[in-house]
Nanobody, 124 residues
């Protein structure tokens, strides 16, 4: 069992930055790939970024050039650096972990473990 806990959410103004963290505990050694997802009110959850244990990443076009995903394998912490924030980035952000090798996927279906989420609100 892998337990995930996000932190770092909050409020920011347009153009600002936030850094989300996701700490993995439990049987974290079995985690090969992790990702960030977000869900805005009234919308479906979407994959924002994924990363595998080798550092390969995939980022959705909506945030490409503004967001970056990284992982500290020694500390089992996943990060999402968010720059140049826009109001449309407002959402609940979730981290997720896969139980096996799925690559730097943004597909919700391949992830088994999920955090509780952290709210990000961007004002104009």
């Amino acid at each position: 069992q892998v337990h995930l806990m996000e932190s770092g959410g909050g409020s920011a103004q347009t153009g600002g930055s936030l850094t989300l963290s996701c700490a993995a505990s439990g049987h974290a050694f079995g985690v090969y790939c992790m990702g960030w997802f977000r869900q805005a009110p009234g919308k479906e959850r979407e994959g924002v970024a994924g990363i595998d244990i080798n550092g390969m990443t995939e980022v959705t076009d909506a945030v490409k050039g503004r967001f970056s995903i990284s992982i500290d394998n020694a500390k089992n912490i996943l990060y999402l650096q968010m720059n140049s924030l826009k109001p449309e980035d407002t959402a609940m952000y979730y981290c997720a972990a896969a139980a096996g090798w799925v690559g730097p996927s943004r597909l919700e279906s391949v992830y088994v473990y999920w955090g509780q989420g952290t709210q990000v609100t961007v004002s104009s």
